[in-house]
């Protein structure tokens, strides 16, 4: 039976409690939340251009000035490595920035990191951040 990590146990790398943000937003916010994010200090993020569908599905949406109806939307998806005590307030700013109140705005996930490490330098935990 596997048992996750605790606080204090060993063999657990240094600076363990940290976050994994996913979010997927639409690709015209990315410029706002990169800029928002900045603001609260999150120094780096990984975005890919995705595409998926959500509940809006089947619905005709406008992107680039063009109207067309499809079942895979453009999106972007962010990846950001956090501490835990900046966690909720980046989920917060993306919520808020990428929010344009209509349907298929996106998702942010939150999942527990266990382990980040600088290839470059072999930091371990949140000084890899």
């Excluded at 900045?38 to 063009?66: L, N, P, S």
């Excluded at 700013?93 to 999942?111: E, H, R, S």
Aim: without cysteine; neutral net charge; hydrophobic residues 40%.
């Amino acid at each position: 039976m596997h048992v996750p990590w605790q606080a204090g146990q060993s063999g657990v790398p240094q600076g363990y409690l940290m976050k994994f943000i996913i979010a997927v937003i639409k690709p015209f916010k990315l410029d706002e939340v990169r800029e928002a994010l900045g603001a609260i200090g999150i120094a780096g993020m990984t975005v890919t251009e995705v595409k998926g569908f959500g509940r809006q599905k089947g619905q005709t949406e406008i992107y680039r000035g063009a109207e067309y109806s499809t079942n895979m939307l453009p999106k972007v998806k962010l990846e950001i490595a956090a501490s835990d005590e900046v966690a909720a307030q980046v989920v917060e700013t993306i919520q808020q920035t990428a929010n344009t109140g209509a349907i298929g705005d996106g998702k942010i996930f939150v999942l527990d990191l266990s382990s980040a490490t600088r290839i470059r330098t072999g930091e371990a935990g949140e000084t890899a951040l």
